[in-house]
Every structure is written in structure tokens, then in C-alpha cells.
């Protein structure tokens, strides 16, 4: 009898397997191409040609972009340099990008910089903080922006056992974040994950006081943004193809307002300084992704979310390519009728709107 239901069990299992797997091409968009849809005036940023994966724009047109990431899983155009982190200020004409100096001991060698997000004081000191993935561990670091040396200077790393297999942050005040923790650093559960249709990965809360999880039940949670009142959150979920709007209550728990479905995975999110809407940097394809192959490269995709917390907010792409200019956009931030977006292993763009 023990036998028979183990048995009836079994297979029951492995057909649940076989129709989640059956899934898997449909929830990775296996046989989306995009149609082109490209600003007049976009021109790929020299210097950039391995990865911009998080860009972060201050108030004053200075933006931040993270390069030369190692994520397991994802293509690496140049696997002996080690990360770095990039400035350009949108404010000059023909804006380029110059590479910051990083001083104050920092081991620049096994930096792998992955999310970011900047954090202005009451002095309006600047601080950046970067998701770093050092021999593939997760870590947070600190670093102070000196604007006229043009360099940051390392403050602190921040670890936690909760900190694991951090993705992006977004910071709240100092030395407090929200953080989305995926499992991609441990390939096989992320997989499992993926094949099964798993909600398993969370955000988190981080003060020197206290870290929790504040909200769960997400496939792959990416990238993190604040709405410009700092009332909101809005969080990627990859793999489920939508981002979700939620309330920031008094004890930094998130509550969920409502999920906005969309047909592409999202990436990194951020807000429109000018309007609020949500900028997202997304794959229309997983599929070419991860298996990738120059003679079909993976497409990239961003869109704008405008009224994202009404009833029907309105999206609109602003930027649309097959791969032929750019590869596996992941984020995407403006300043000034400026467009700054950036990818996963790829290139940069920017465009003038
Ligand atoms: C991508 O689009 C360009 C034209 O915009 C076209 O020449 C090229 O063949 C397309 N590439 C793929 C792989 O579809």
C-alpha cells in the first residue's frame, strides 16, 4: 500500500515537472522579436563594452554606471577585467563617460559591481552604494562621491547572513535599504525555481538595527526603485514578467497595491525625476538571453509606465532593438530630455529625446 502511493506520488510529481517545463519557452518569451522602435538621436557611449548593467542619475545630471558584472548564467565580454564604475555628467553637450578612481583600500580587483543606488545627506555629502558580488559573495559597499576629484572614496562593506544573492538596493536613508535577494548564485535552486514556477525570493530591509524580509512570494525579485515621494516601491519580478506597485508602512513592511502584468522580462526599474513614471529595462527575449549567439543576439526593450498607481496605468516603449545596436538592456534612466540605458553584458546607449 506504502509502495503503491509513493509510487502514485512519483508520478505525479514528474508530470507536474513535465508540464512546468512544458511552460518554461512561453514564460521566457522563446519566440518574441521586437519591432524597432529607436529615438532619432541615440549613439552607443564609447568606453562602454562590457556591461551596464545599473545606471543611477543624481539630481544634478551626474550619472553613475556600473560595468564589467560576472553573474552566473549571463555572457562576459571580458572576463579578466575587473569591474568598474563609470560618470557621466548629461549636463555638457557631447557628453562621455571618464572611469571614477576608487581610493581608501578598497580591493578593486575582485569588484563585481551589480545594483546601485545613491544616497544624497543633509550636508549634501553624496554616497553610492553598490551591490558588490566578490568571489561571488554578496556584500554591500559604501563609498563616498568626490565630485571635484572626480573619484569615491571606499567607506565600508556591509554583510549580513541575510544579505545573500543580493540583487539590487535602494537606499532610504543612511545606512538603510531595501534590497531584492534572488537565488541566482546558487544556479541549481534558481533553476529548479524557474522550471517549477517557484515564488521563493524576497525583499529585504536593512538598518544596523534590524534586517527582515518585508515582502515574499516573488519568482525572481530584480530590480528595486522608490517613487519620487518615497511612498512607494516598485519591485521587478523577471521571471513573472510584471512589477509591483507596494506601500512602504510606518515599520518599513511593504504591502502590495497591485501588480502591472507586462509581456517582456523586466529588469531594473527607475523613476522619471520630471514625471514619476516608471522607466524599465527589459528582455523581450530570455531565450536568446541566455542562450546566447551572436548570429541572433538577445534583443532590448524599454518601456514607460506612465500613472502606475491608477486604474490603467498607460505603457508606451521608448526604446525598442533586435540586438543589432544593443544586447539585453537591464536598466534605463533619464535627466533633461536625456536617455541613458544600459545592459547586462553589452553596451550603453544614449539618447536625446
Ligand atoms: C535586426 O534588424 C536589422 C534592421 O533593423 C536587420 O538588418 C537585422 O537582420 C535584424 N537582425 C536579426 C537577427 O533579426
Keep these: ?13 514528474l508530470a507536474l515537472v513535465w508540464e512546468r517545463f512544458l511552460t518554461l519557452g512561453e514564460r521566457l518569451n522563446a519566440h518574441r522579436e521586437v519591432e524597432s522602435v529607436e529615438p532619432q538621436n541615440c549613439r552607443l557611449i564609447e568606453g562602454i563594452e ?12 551626474l550619472a553613475f554606471i556600473s560595468n564589467g558584472l560576472k553573474y552566473s548564467g549571463m555572457p562576459d565580454l571580458a572576463p579578466d577585467e575587473p569591474g568598474r564604475i563609470f560618470l557621466m555628467d548629461l549636463n555638457e553637450q557631447n557628453p562621455r563617460v571618464q572611469e571614477l ?4 583600500g578598497f580591493d578593486k580587483a575582485s ?5 546601485m543606488s545613491t544616497f544624497i545627506d543633509k550636508d549634501q555629502s553624496v554616497y553610492l552604494y553598490v551591490v558588490n558580488h566578490p568571489h561571488m559573495d554578496s556584500t554591500v559597499e559604501i563609498f563616498k562621491f568626490e565630485e571635484q576629484q572626480r573619484s569615491l572614496v571606499y567607506l565600508k562593506t556591509i554583510k549580513h547572513k541575510l544579505l545573500k544573492s543580493v540583487n539590487d538596493i535602494v537606499v532610504l536613508g543612511p545606512e538603510q535599504f531595501y534590497a531584492t535577494r534572488d537565488h541566482y548564485f546558487t544556479n541549481f535552486l534558481a533553476l529548479f525555481e524557474f522550471v517549477m514556477d517557484l515564488r521563493w525570493t524576497h525583499v529585504l530591509f ?15 525579485a530584480n530590480g528595486i526603485t522608490i517613487s519620487l515621494d518615497k511612498k512607494y516601491i516598485y519591485v521587478a519580478d523577471v521571471s513573472d514578467k510584471n512589477i509591483h506597485v507596494m506601500k512602504i508602512q510606518d515599520n518599513w513592511d511593504l504591502t502590495e497595491l497591485k501588480v502591472i502584468q507586462l509581456d517582456t522580462l523586466v529588469d531594473n526599474l527607475t523613476a522619471d525625476p520630471d514625471t514619476g513614471d516608471i522607466l524599465a529595462g527589459c528582455h523581450p527575449n530570455a531565450i536568446k538571453l541566455l542562450m546566447y549567439n551572436t548570429e541572433d543576439p538577445p534583443g532590448s526593450e524599454v518601456l514607460r509606465i506612465r500613472n502606475a498607481l491608477s486604474e490603467k496605468p498607460v505603457i508606451s516603449t521608448m526604446y525598442a532593438n533586435n540586438g543589432s545596436v544593443l544586447q539585453g538592456s537591464s536598466v534605463a534612466s533619464t535627466y533633461g530630455g536625456k536617455l541613458l540605458i544600459g545592459t547586462v553584458f553589452h553596451k550603453a546607449l544614449y539618447c536625446e529625446l
Design 50 to 61: 562590457n556591461g551596464s548593467e545599473d545606471i543611477d542619475i543624481l539630481p544634478s545630471g
Design 1 to 13: 500500500m506504502g509502495k503503491l502511493v509513493a509510487l502514485i506520488l512519483l508520478g505525479a510529481g
Design 111 to 115: 569588484f563585481n559591481p551589480h545594483g
Design 101 to 104: 578612481n576608487i581610493s581608501g
Design 206 to 220: 536593512y538598518s544596523p538595527r534590524e534586517v527582515k524580509v518585508v515582502a515574499s512570494g516573488f519568482s525572481s
